[in-house]
């Protein structure tokens, strides 16, 4: 009979179906691929980008600071707690009276010299190298993300001392810079430990030289103060790359950027998805095609 004759069953949906698949997972693969790969570089480029808007920002922070010459941070009294680093101190007697008390033409009692000494102000210096870096201190003990600092080949500051990504980009912007480079001259990045390392060359101008000239050309309170002894610091040239703002900012993965994708995305992958399994069973339930044993059957 024809239900049981074996030679009815059809092997063409089997090989058709074999045909159909390979093709379809070559298509959901590089799909999937594509958007994997387009995520991760996406995720670079933002990052990147985060990166340069820190640095912008903290050449904003030394623009600010620069517009007034550096800040002045002021305490009153002897007493008072030391607001961080400084590079002069300037004291005054809140009255001529206390100064006179204070500089001993005048001879008070100690109770007077004490209340001159409890009102005596203190103006204490911060040139904008300084604020930037006291604001990368905060940056960083409040836990932000992105994390940056100023630092140089050589440092007035042993704090800022580069590390082996930030010695590496030195070279690299130098070696730009040589070459005339425009925007990529200046800055230079790279992965590392699923962190974004940023940097941004930070070129000389004149008014630093007064400071990071020379060791000998550099004023007494930079010379004499040990916070600023670093071993270095020096030989900047005008208009020459001297130092580096340096980012660090968590490079986010793209597993994790899928995570956190809205359902609405989920639901048209979804959507794709049942459209091409659809397909394939359209394909594979095509009525079968006489084949030409059949034919010789009837
Ligand atoms: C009045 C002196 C003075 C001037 C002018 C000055 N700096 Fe500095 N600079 C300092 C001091 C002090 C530090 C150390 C700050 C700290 O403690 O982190 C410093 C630190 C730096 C650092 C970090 C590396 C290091 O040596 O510790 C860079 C980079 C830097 N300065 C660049 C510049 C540039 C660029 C200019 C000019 C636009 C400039 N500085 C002008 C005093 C100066």
């Not at 004291?91 to 008070?108: E, F, I, K, N």
Request: glycine share 10%; hydrophobic share 40%; charged share 20%.
């Amino acid at each position: 009979m024809d239900k049981s004759n074996p030679s009815r069953v059809n092997p063409l949906p089997s090989r058709l179906g074999l045909r159909l698949v390979v093709p379809m997972l070559l298509f959901a693969g590089g799909l999937g691929a594509a958007s994997w790969t387009l995520s991760q570089s996406l995720l670079l480029e933002q990052t990147i980008s985060e990166g340069r808007t820190v640095a912008d920002m903290v050449e904003n922070i030394g623009r600010w600071a620069s517009q007034y010459g550096g800040v002045h941070a002021r305490t009153v009294g002897s007493s008072a707690k030391m607001p961080g680093n400084f590079l002069t101190r300037s004291v005054y007697a809140m009255s001529s009276g206390d100064g006179q008390v204070l500089s001993g033409s005048r001879v008070g009692d100690a109770t007077a010299e004490r209340n001159a000494l409890d009102r005596m102000e203190a103006y204490h210096w911060k040139n904008p190298a300084l604020v930037q870096r006291e604001v990368a201190d905060v940056v960083a003990a409040a836990g932000s993300k992105a994390r940056y600092r100023l630092t140089a080949r050589t440092v007035l500051n042993r704090n800022n001392t580069p590390d082996a990504f930030e010695r590496e980009a030195l070279d690299a912007v130098q070696t730009a810079a040589d070459q005339g480079g425009g925007r990529a001259a200046q800055e230079y990045w790279r992965v590392s430990g699923g962190r974004l390392l940023y940097a941004r060359s930070v070129v000389a101008q004149a008014s630093c030289l007064r400071c990071h000239g020379s060791a000998e050309s550099a004023p007494e309170f930079i010379r004499t103060n040990a916070q600023f002894n670093g071993g270095g610091g020096y030989g900047y040239v005008e208009g020459k790359p001297s130092g580096l703002i340096s980012v660090a900012l968590p490079l986010p993965h793209a597993s994790s950027a899928f995570a956190k994708l809205p359902p609405a995305v989920w639901a048209a992958v979804a959507a794709a998805g049942i459209g091409a399994l659809w397909l394939l069973g359209l394909a594979l339930h095509r009525p079968a095609a006489p084949t030409p044993a059949s034919d010789a059957r009837r």
